[in-house]
């Protein structure tokens, strides 16, 4: 079973900074990272934990930072 890092991970599309930033802010917040693995494990697919991983990270990019790219899935 792969963790929620080895998740991010294998999906791809994220940048190095993005990734990092990320790890971080769920290495610090554990109730979040639960949750986020929990959810990500619920999808089916690599397209749709993609879409939820960017749009959680919509959600989080201001606590991160102002580098961060809007995301948003069709």
């Known amino acids: ?3 929620i890092y080895e998740i991010i991970e294998s999906l791809g599309s994220l940048e190095q900074a993005e990734e990092d ?3 971080t802010y769920l290495i610090k917040n ?3 990272r639960e949750e986020l693995y ?3 494990n619920s999808r089916k697919t690599n397209e749709s ?3 939820l991983l960017k749009s959680f990270l919509d ?3 201001g606590m991160l930072s ?3 790219i809007k ?3 069709p």
């Open 1 to 3: 079973m792969l963790n």
């Open 38 to 40: 929990s959810a990500l």
């Open 30 to 32: 554990q109730k979040e």
């Open 49 to 51: 934990k993609l879409c």
């Open 59 to 61: 959600t989080i990019s």
């Open 66 to 68: 102002n580098n961060f």
């Open 71 to 73: 995301y948003y899935c």
């Open 21 to 23: 930033k990320l790890q």
